[in-house]
């Protein structure tokens, strides 16, 4: 079985910074790619930022520019640093790991923006 654990949300006002955590531990074998996902309520979960094993990253818009996905392969671990945050960017944010077994999803991690 694969874990996969987030950290790192809660409350900032707008303008502010979060960086959310993501560890992935148990039966993992390669992983082919890493993701942040959110979900506002009312609204289809989206991917927000993605990373794969070799260190490429791609954006939604909404996000580029003020949002950074960073990876540490070793410890299986997955970083969201998010900057210029806005009331829009407030959901629930859900990191999805894809290795050559499938996709494995963490119960999420509140973050609110308040204006």
């Known amino acids: 079985q694969v874990q996969v654990v987030e950290s790192g949300g809660g409350l900032v006002q707008a303008g502010g910074s979060l960086r959310l955590s993501c560890a992935a531990s148990?039966?993992?074998?390669?992983?082919?790619?890493m993701a942040w996902h959110r979900q506002a309520p009312g609204n289809q979960r989206e991917e927000v930022a993605l990373i794969t094993w070799a260190g490429n990253t791609n954006y939604a818009d909404s996000v580029r520019g003020r949002f950074t996905i960073s990876s540490d392969n070793a410890r299986s671990t997955v970083y969201l640093q998010m900057n210029s945050l806005k009331p829009e960017d407030t959901a629930s944010y859900y990191c999805?790991?894809?290795?050559?077994?499938?996709?494995?999803w963490g119960q999420g991690t509140q973050v609110t923006v308040s204006s």
């Open positions: 148990g039966s993992i074998f390669q992983i082919v790619n």
């Open positions: 999805k790991i894809t290795t050559i077994r499938g996709e494995y």
